[in-house]
Each structure stands twice: as C-alpha cells, then as structure tokens.
Antibody
Framework: EVQLVESGGGLVQPGRSLTLSCVAS????????MHWVRQVPGKGLQWVST????????GYADSVKGRFTISRDNTKNSLFLHMNSLRPEDTALYYC???????????????????WGQGTTVSVS | DIQMTQSPSSLSASIGDRVTITCRTD??????LHWYQQKPGKAPKLLIS???NLQSGVPSRFSGSGSGTVFTLTISGLQSEDFATYFC?????????FGQGTRLDIK
C-alpha cells in the first residue's frame, strides 16, 4: 500500500523552530519529487515547498522562503521540513505529498500530487 | 503568480444531477491543471490530472476538460459519496497555486 505518514507537529511559540518528518512506503521514494502543502482548517490549500528526487531542485513559497528548509533522505524514504522563525500565520495542517514526476522544473514545474499523507498539525501561539 | 478563480464557491445538487465546476487562470498553463476532491477530515485526493486524465480508480462519472485558461470538472450522475469540496490546482509554474475550492452539498 502506498502510504505517507507525517509526524513532528505540535504547539510552539512564535519565533521558535520545529521539524516535520514524513516516512514513505509502498513506492520507490527516490524516483519522485515530494511536496509539503498546508491547510488552515476550513480553508484552502497552500503550497509550501517542493524537492526533486535527488534534492537538486528545490522551491519554496515566498511566505516561507528563508525560514523553512525542505530536505530528504532517500536511504530512509523520508522527507523533512525544518521550520524556523515560526509565525502565528504558519498555523495549519501540513501534508506530505508525492508528485507524479521526478523534479521541480521551470515549465512545467511539476506534475500532479497523487499521494497525500493525513497531515500533522502545527500551531504557533 | 498565476491566479486561480474557481466557481462557484458552493453548490447544492441532488443525487443523479450533473454538475460542473469551473476553474479559470489568469495565464495559460499548457493544461497543467489538476482536480482534487476533499472530504471532511480527510486529505485531498487526486481525481484528474493535466486537465482531462482520470486517475486510476476514480469513477468514470468524473471528467475534466478545457484548455488555455478555462477548465471544467464535470460530475455526471451525482452519488452520495461525491458530496465534498473540490479544488483545482496549476503546476505549470511556481508558486504552485490552488483554487479556493467549491463545496458541493446535498440539496
């Protein structure tokens, strides 16, 4: 079964740091680009960051650039999001998501997001 | 940034109805437009990729069409399990952007 399981969320004070983790199973993790997408409960979806299969291509939303760092460890089928200088507006449910493609390109940037985890909640207050 | 305008924001319909949701972009995106379904308390699920490609396991009552800057998701013959929120998304260029969502509920 293809699965993504996130962990690491929690309640944190503004200005502090937190690291989210995601463990993948059921597919060849190092073949695909991976994303973090967040959602404020009852609201829409916001792209946070993308990393290509070999970590050579990375992108961030402007709202997190310089504060968040995405990384992956293909030997452990794991994706990470290191979040620094957290703000109340970062409060959301964070999803780990698999892409149908390999990398973050120019155009197109990526393909579609075909596997989603259940999310981990980050509260900044 | 590519702006996504999804309409309507909410929609009431009956079992068996045919419904259409529209997503407009303010730039051409070479059909890199995807549709997701999200049920309460659940993660989004990919229904259709690249405007019209139905994902494996998704019922054939779902279809996508469009090109350029106007795209549609059609559900033909609504079933009870289809009442959910639907989002469009472009992955043509970063930042990747989503529509604001269409909430589909039972009339």
């Amino acid at each position: 079964e293809v699965q993504l399981v996130e962990s690491g969320g929690g309640l944190v004070q503004p200005g502090r740091s937190l690291t989210l983790s995601c463990v993948a199973s059921g597919f060849t993790f190092d073949d695909y680009a991976m994303h973090w997408v967040r959602q404020v409960p009852g609201k829409g979806l916001q792209w946070v960051s993308t990393i290509g299969w070999n970590s050579n291509t990375i992108g961030y939303a402007d709202s997190v650039k310089g504060r968040f760092t995405i990384s992956r460890d293909n030997t452990k089928n794991s994706l990470f999001l290191h979040m620094n200088s957290l703000r109340p507006e970062d409060t959301a449910l964070y999803y780990c998501v698999k892409d149908k493609g390999h990398s973050l390109g120019g155009v197109p940037a990526t393909f579609a997001m075909d596997v989603w985890g259940q999310g981990t909640t980050v509260s900044v207050s | 940034d590519i702006q996504m305008t999804q309409s309507p924001s909410s929609l009431s319909a009956s079992i068996g109805d045919r419904v259409t949701i529209t997503c407009r972009t303010d730039q051409t995106i070479n059909n890199y437009l995807h549709w997701y379904q999200q049920k309460p308390g659940k993660a989004p699920k990919l229904l259709i990729s690249v405007a019209s490609n139905l994902q494996s396991g998704v019922p054939s009552r779902f279809s996508g069409s469009g090109s350029g800057t106007v795209f549609t998701l059609t559900i033909s013959g609504l079933q009870s399990e289809d009442f959910a929120t639907y989002f469009c998304q472009q992955t043509y260029t970063t930042p990747l952007t989503f529509g604001q969502g269409t909430r589909l509920d039972i009339k």
